[in-house]
């Protein structure tokens, strides 16, 4: 059932998990004739993006609403319903948890010590343990369900991510190379922001295989999955030494007469032929390109040594020249570790494991 409503793709894991949440909560507290209220929105928040979060947090979120309640009891019966009392309980909410290093429980205790105040009863303390237990109703369940139900696998997102950023990274390294040896000119300021955008959504991919580690922390997984998420990894991990490069190449100051004829035809073929190995699904790379970068090669040592070695001011720092022709073979080495990545006994496994997620989706 849970799989076939999943598969429906109006709702996502999180989002059923939350419904679940909600439902079991609300039932647990009108069997007891407790407010239902508090709990569910306790139950809404609470579910995270893995298990490990969910239980990390309930820990943090069960003393923290502790807190909260006690500070909306105590200025209730101080101040009354009033305006004060509900910025009283907010702030001093805020700040205690703060301080105790509670920050993970700060938004639901905040919820709960505010909601308190309309719906106090005669007798305080009984307010106080009935406000409190329906919290960690909604914080007890909601771990639960994030922990038992529907475990998140974010291998598919991982992969699906790393061939979207590689199709990026081809695209950007087109558009900077083609500025740099002015055979087209882009605006500085999309360049940038190309690279920002990169930038950000590798971040995220590295935040999502942090949470994959972090839910088989608690739940099981076979050697199978790990060697498919660790070749993954080391896609991602080469992908970031390629951003690297590209953030070099971004800022090297050239001018279309700073190349001869030669030099200006070895990087304009290679352009395209950079750009075709990024964007191929395995990274191959064909036989002329090696040539081309042993032509490279020669060049970066014959501009080492007429344009370095033989002038002074040169001594100190490589002209922008050299910088380009060594951030292209740096860009070379990388994509030669991506073909060894792409040959080896992981590979096989790793692309077997994306076909079976994909037939479980």
């Known amino acids: ?3 076939r409503l999943r598969q429906f793709k109006l709702f996502g ?5 939350t419904g679940i949440s909600v439902f079991i909560t609300a039932l647990i507290c009108g069997y007891f004739g407790w407010p239902v209220i508090f709990a569910v929105i306790t139950a809404i928040v609470t579910i995270e993006h893995t298990a490990a979060d969910s239980i990390r947090k309930a820990a943090i979120r069960f003393p923290a609403s502790a807190i909260g309640a006690l500070l909306a009891t105590t200025l209730y019966g101080v101040f009354g319903k009033g305006a004060l009392t509900y910025a009283l309980v907010a702030m001093l909410t805020i700040a205690v948890c703060h301080k105790l290093k509670l920050q993970d429980g700060i938004l639901v205790a905040t919820i709960t010590a505010t909601a308190m105040i309309p719906d106090f009863q005669e007798n305080y303390i009984v307010s106080f343990f009935i406000r409190l237990g329906t919290t960690s109703i909604g914080i007890v369940v909601s771990s639960l369900v994030n922990f038992f139900l529907l475990p998140p696998n974010y ?31 882009a605006k500085k300021g999309l360049i940038n922001r190309r690279y920002q955008e990169l930038t950000k959504h590798i971040e995220q991919t590295h935040q999502l295989s942090q949470y994959q580690r972090e839910e088989w922390s608690y739940h099981k997984h076979t050697n199978f999955d790990m060697r498919a998420f660790q070749f993954a990894q080391k896609k991602l991990d080469l992908l970031q ?3 690297y490069h590209l953030g070099n190449l971004q800022y090297i100051q050239t001018d279309a007469t700073d190349f001869n004829h030669r030099e200006k035809h070895l990087i304009g073929r290679m352009i395209p032929s950079f750009v075709a190995i990024l964007r191929a699904p395995k990274q191959e790379i064909p036989e002329e390109h090696f040539k081309q970068i042993e032509e490279l090669d020669h060049v970066f040592w014959d501009w080492k040594q007429e344009h370095i070695e033989h002038e002074s001011r040169y001594r100190h720092h490589l002209p922008p020249q050299t910088v380009l022709l060594y951030e292209l073979l740096c860009l070379h080495d990388v994509m030669e570790e991506l073909k060894e990545l792409s040959t080896s006994k992981h590979a096989a496994i790793y692309y077997q494991y994306v076909k079976k997620q994909q037939g479980m989706s």
């Not at 894991?13 to 998990?17: A, D, E, G, P």
């Not at 991982?158 to 190379?177: F, K, N, P, T, V």
């Open 1 to 3: 059932m849970m799989e």
């Open 13 to 17: 894991s999180r989002t059923l998990k």
């Open 155 to 185: 291998f598919t997102s991982i992969h699906r991510s790393i061939d979207r950023l590689y199709g990026q990274a081809a695209d950007l390294l087109e558009l900077i190379l083609n500025e740099v040896i002015g055979e087209r000119h």
């Open 241 to 243: 030494q390629i951003i």
